[in-house]
């Protein structure tokens, strides 16, 4: 069984390396990827504060499809380009929205999503998908979010195999 540390920290860097190890943890002696983007959205949903959904979607024929997430029933098809996730996926960066009600072509999943950060998976410039994260708190996520999460994909593209 895998307990879920309590992570005390004020300091959001510290927060994340905290974050990062239970993560490895996590996924000692297991490189599934999607078993692994499964656990790990819902160690992030049950350890960072103040989020209504966390979870991915992957990148197939051109547009995103949902995959394994934790919080309410989400739209399941984004178009490249479309939205806070499919204007992630077709920059190959980090997306972050202080209230998203303000950003253009944001996609409503949950009515209680008032910030969003969506971080694109690339593995040697192939485009995997993005980890979308949503919370009810406006301005939720900042750079220090959006660096802390770099690493914790990092760390799940680097644990998981890839298909080619
Ligand atoms: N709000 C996202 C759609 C996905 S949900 O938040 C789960 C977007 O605008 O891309």
Request: a negative charge.
């Given at each position: 069984?895998?307990?879920?540390?309590?992570?005390?920290?004020?300091?959001?860097?510290?927060?994340?390396?905290?974050?990062?190890?239970?993560?490895?943890?996590?996924?000692?002696?297991?490189?599934d990827f999607?078993?692994?983007?499964?656990?790990?959205?819902?160690?992030?949903?049950?350890?960072?504060?103040?989020?209504?959904?966390?979870?991915?979607?992957?990148?197939?024929?051109?547009?995103?499809?949902?995959?394994?997430?934790?919080?309410?029933?989400?739209?399941?098809?984004?178009?490249?380009?479309?939205?806070?996730?499919?204007?992630?996926?077709?920059?190959?960066?980090?997306?972050?929205?202080?209230?998203?009600?303000?950003?253009?072509?944001?996609?409503?999943?949950?009515?209680?999503?008032?910030?969003?950060?969506?971080?694109?998976?690339?593995?040697?410039?192939?485009?995997?998908?993005?980890?979308?994260?949503?919370?009810?708190?406006?301005?939720?996520?900042?750079?220090?979010?959006?660096?802390?999460?770099?690493?914790?994909?990092?760390?799940?593209?680097?644990?998981?195999?890839?298909k080619a």
């Open positions: 069984m895998f307990t879920i540390a309590n992570i005390e920290t004020k300091d959001k860097p510290d927060f994340y390396h905290q974050l990062n190890r239970q993560v490895k943890a996590l996924f000692e002696g297991e490189r999607l078993a692994n983007t499964a656990n790990l959205a819902s160690l992030l949903f049950y350890t960072m504060p103040a989020l209504n959904w966390v979870g991915f979607y992957f990148y197939k024929d051109n547009q995103l499809v949902l995959g394994p997430f934790n919080g309410k029933p989400a739209c399941v098809r984004i178009d490249m380009g479309k939205g806070v996730c499919g204007t992630s996926a077709a920059n190959r960066q980090t997306e972050r929205v202080d209230n998203v009600h303000e950003f253009p072509g944001h996609i409503p999943c949950d009515s209680a999503s008032n910030a969003e950060i969506v971080v694109p998976l690339i593995d040697n410039e192939r485009l995997l998908g993005v980890l979308d994260i949503d919370s009810p708190q406006f301005s939720r996520f900042d750079d220090a979010d959006a660096r802390g999460l770099q690493l914790i994909v990092k760390t799940l593209l680097d644990c998981s195999d890839l």
